[in-house]
T-cell receptor, first 114, second 113 residues
Framework: DGGITQSPKYLFRKEGQNVTLSCEQNLNHDAMYWYRQDPGQGLRLIYY???????QKGDIAEGYSVSREKKESFPLTVTSAQKNPTAFYLC?????????????FGPGTRLTVL | GQQLNQSPQSMFIQEGEDVSMNCTSS?????WLWYKQDPGEGPVLLIA?????ELTSNGRLTAQFGITRKDSFLNISASIPSDVGIYFCAGRNRENYGQNFVFGPGTRLSVLP
């Protein structure tokens, strides 16, 4: 089955700790994205990557970091510098070539800071 | 920057009724996507639109790319309980703003039996 997997589904963190959220895709997509979702708001872009070993900041990158060492993987680290990290985090991927390159989403990770 | 508005914010309908919702932008888009999100899950792509005026169906769902290129519409016919969820629109203008999409805040749909 082709798709996007995110782990863990639920994550609890103490204040001051860094945590890493996993995102893997086997769709052979070049581009991968991380979004944050808060209640009543649209998805906000944290980071995106269109090719291995390259990534760009989105609208709300402060307090987050990413890496893209493999095409299939795009992990997100929520650092202690992120002031309000409790949220639902969504990973997405898409093709970059051609006209039709919709984004497809993983099942999400809910992060709660205790 | 780009912003998307969705209307209505929420709606309650009786099972079997038809549903209409829309998405408007402050700028022109050349791609519109519609997603449905169930509680605690990731959004699932329902329909993609690529041409102004385009009308596309997916089962009981029909979406249209507005001719002004600043809006899109989603209709659901004969609603059923599993239609409950949040419906998001997303738009993009690759020439002006690149690869990334901007997302609306969502329309929350509740279906009463």
């Amino acid at each position: 089955d082709g798709g996007i997997t995110q782990s863990p589904k639920y994550l609890f963190r103490k204040e001051g700790q860094n945590v890493t959220l996993s995102c893997e895709q086997n769709l052979n997509h070049d581009a991968m994205y991380w979004y944050r979702q808060d209640p009543g708001q649209g998805l906000r872009l944290i980071y995106y990557s269109q090719i291995v070993n390259d990534f760009q900041k989105g609208d709300i990158a402060e307090g987050y970091s990413v890496s893209r060492e493999k095409k299939e993987s795009f992990p997100l680290t929520v650092t202690s510098a992120q002031k309000n990290p409790t949220a639902f985090y969504l990973c997405a991927s898409s093709k970059t070539s051609g006209e039709y390159n919709e984004q497809f989403f993983g099942p999400g990770t809910r992060l709660t800071v205790l | 920057g780009q912003q998307l508005n969705q209307s209505p914010q929420s709606m309650f309908i009786q099972e079997g009724e038809d549903v209409s919702m829309n998405c408007t932008s402050s700028s022109i888009f050349n791609t519109w996507l519609w997603y449905k999100q169930d509680p605690g899950e990731g959004p699932v792509l329902l329909i993609a639109l690529y041409k102004a005026g385009e009308l596309t169906s997916n089962g009981r769902l029909t979406a249209q790319f507005g001719i002004t290129r600043k809006d899109s519409f989603l209709n659901i016919s004969a609603s059923i309980p599993s239609d409950v969820g949040i419906y998001f629109c997303a738009g993009r203008n690759r020439e002006n703003y690149g690869q990334n999409f901007v997302f609306g805040p969502g329309t929350r749909l509740s279906v009463l039996p």
